[in-house]
């Protein structure tokens, strides 16, 4: 399969674009955003690497490019290292550098019956999978700004699913790219990194933002009552 077909790509407006593998096993079928900005675009999460994802962005030669992971997880930093300008969270930092597989959770993708449904343009069979390293080349913490020219990102720092969990709001317009932090399908609390006790802080925060349109790891796009819905439902779930 080459690289063109490998993505499959939506474009959500006029700047932004949703990017995803449809031949990857559904667990890590993330989502990526390509945000065209007016001084830099905005590349969110960066899937399982197994195709080219730089040269499927309509991406003027030249223009800066800032690629923020919003968690060190296996489905979205398989492409991280082929961006120059690299930002994530502090808690994930070291891990971004090394890539391990018990933060990345790797070895479950390795083993996951019928991981793929295509040959990817790599030729990597999943047992042969690795992820290359990613140091950050700038480390994120809560209210850091990722400013575009026309638009600019406020970071919440949101662990729970992971340490470093980050979600990126515009604070002008209500645009949440919210990573794994919350999303619409049946939301993962249980694997090594993951913390129930972090994770209802941050649905407690959640259930009270102010956002109008959500962008989340996994999914569809969905608004601030569904979000507040997902969130309570959560927190209620954890109860007792």
């Known amino acids: 399969m080459n690289n063109e077909n490998w993505f499959s790509k939506e474009a959500i407006s006029d700047r932004l674009t949703r990017i995803c593998e449809p031949h990857v096993h559904s667990f890590f079928r993330a989502n990526m955003f ?3 900005g007016k001084d830099a675009d905005l590349v969110i999460d960066f899937g399982m690497g197994l195709a080219d994802l730089g040269c499927a962005l309509d991406i003027p030669s030249g ?17 991280f290292h082929e961006f120059e300008i690299r930002l994530g969270h502090k808690a994930e930092a ?7 597989d018990a933060d990345t959770l790797a070895d479950y993708f ?13 030729g990597l069979t999943p047992e042969a999978y690795t992820i290359s390293t990613a140091p950050l080349t700038t480390i994120l913490a809560e209210n850091d ?17 992971s340490p470093g969990s980050i979600g990126l709001l515009d604070q002008r317009t209500g645009e949440f790219f919210s990573g ?21 802080v941050t649905m ?13 790891g996994h999914g569809v796009m969905f608004g601030k009552d569904r979000l507040h819905e997902i969130a309570v439902r959560y927190l209620a779930s954890k109860e007792g």
């Open 110 to 122: 390795r083993t996951q019956p019928d991981a793929l449904t295509g040959v990817p343009p790599t």
């Open 180 to 200: 794994d932090a919350i999303y619409e399908g049946g939301l993962v609390d249980d694997l090594p990194g993951c913390s129930i006790e972090a994770y209802k």
């Open 145 to 161: 700004f990722i400013d575009i020219g026309d638009a600019c990102y406020t970071v919440l720092h949101l662990p729970g699913h």
């Open 34 to 36: 390509h945000v065209v």
């Open 63 to 79: 223009k800066p490019v800032l690629a923020v992971a919003t968690h060190v997880h296996v489905d979205h930093v398989g492409s």
């Open 204 to 216: 407690t925060r959640l259930s009270e933002l102010d956002v109008d349109i959500v962008h989340g």
């Open 94 to 100: 070291e891990a971004f550098a090394l890539m391990p």
